[in-house]
């Protein structure tokens, strides 16, 4: 069965780090462009980060350009979002989203219809 399962998620302080971890399992992603994505409540999802399949390129939001980091360990079937500077408008279920063979710039553009999701880890942000 393959499926993406996201950890790392938890109640931090403004300003604080956090990394969120992404693992595939049920299959190689070795050719699968990895994404994060994030909702908050009562909001629509919204793009936060890819990273392309051969680790070429990355594309991240403007709202969390500069602050997060997109990463992936292809021997782990692993993918990585790198935190910092924290806000509260970054509280928000997590997700990560996986699609064969797609640039990093498609993947905001895919409307929620991805190849595989993940189930969310919670992310809250205090001031």
């Known amino acids: 069965q393959v499926q993406l399962v996201e950890s790392g998620g938890m109640a931090m302080q403004a300003g604080g780090s956090l990394r969120l971890s992404c693992l595939a399992t049920?299959?190689?992603?070795?050719?699968?462009?990895m994404a994060w994505f994030r909702q908050a409540a009562g909001k629509e999802r919204e793009f936060v980060a890819a990273?392309?399949?051969?680790?070429?390129?990355?594309y991240y939001s403007d709202s969390v350009k500069g602050r997060f980091t997109i990463s992936r360990d292809s021997a782990k079937n692993t993918v990585y979002l790198q935190m910092n500077s924290l806000k509260p408008e970054d509280t928000a279920v997590y997700y990560c989203?996986?699609?064969?063979?797609?640039?990093?710039?498609?993947?905001?553009?895919?409307?929620?219809?991805?190849?595989?999701w993940g189930q969310g880890t919670q992310v809250t942000v205090s001031s």
């Open positions: 989203a996986a699609d064969y063979l797609v640039t990093p710039q498609i993947m905001p553009t895919l409307k929620g219809k991805h190849e595989y």
């Open positions: 049920g299959r190689s992603f070795e050719s699968y462009t």
């Open positions: 990273i392309s399949w051969n680790l070429g390129s990355t």
